[in-house]
């Protein structure tokens, strides 16, 4: 199972009118952590932005915490983080 489909990311993702990515990145935000979401599509950068309008009770925080698996969700392989390096943005064509 995706980290994203967890039950509870869907039921809290219900509750705040939220995404289930939006209520991730919320939960890391409140946590302490840096998040730093990979989205070029605008209406995904948009809805990562738009987390700031609600807060995750302590009980919720607790709740998505007992879900660690010990797996990670992302692994930076050699290959990876080479494309990324060599990514060239198109600064002067953006709006």
Same mark, same amino acid.
């Given at each position: 199972?995706?980290? !994203?489909?967890?039950?509870?990311?869907?039921?809290? #993702?219900?509750?705040?009118?939220?995404?289930?990515? +939006? !209520?991730?990145?919320?939960?890391? !935000? +409140? #946590?302490?952590? !840096?998040?730093?979401? %990979?989205?070029?599509?605008?209406?995904?950068?948009? #809805?990562?932005?738009?987390?700031?309008?609600?807060?995750?009770?302590?009980?919720?925080?607790?709740?998505?915490?007992?879900?660690?698996?010990?797996?990670?969700?992302?692994? %930076?392989?050699?290959?990876?983080?080479?494309?990324?390096?060599?990514?060239?943005?198109?600064?002067? %064509?953006?709006?």
């Amino acid at each position: 199972m995706n980290l !994203i489909n967890e039950p509870v990311f869907s039921k809290l #993702a219900e509750k705040y009118g939220k995404s289930n990515v +939006q !209520i991730i990145l919320r939960w890391h !935000i +409140q #946590a302490g952590n !840096i998040v730093i979401p %990979g989205a070029s599509n605008p209406d995904h950068i948009k #809805a990562n932005i738009d987390i700031f309008n609600f807060e995750l009770t302590a009980e919720e925080m607790e709740e998505i915490a007992k879900i660690n698996k010990n797996k990670r969700y992302y692994e %930076g392989t050699p290959e990876l983080l080479a494309s990324y390096a060599a990514m060239k943005p198109d600064l002067d %064509g953006r709006k």
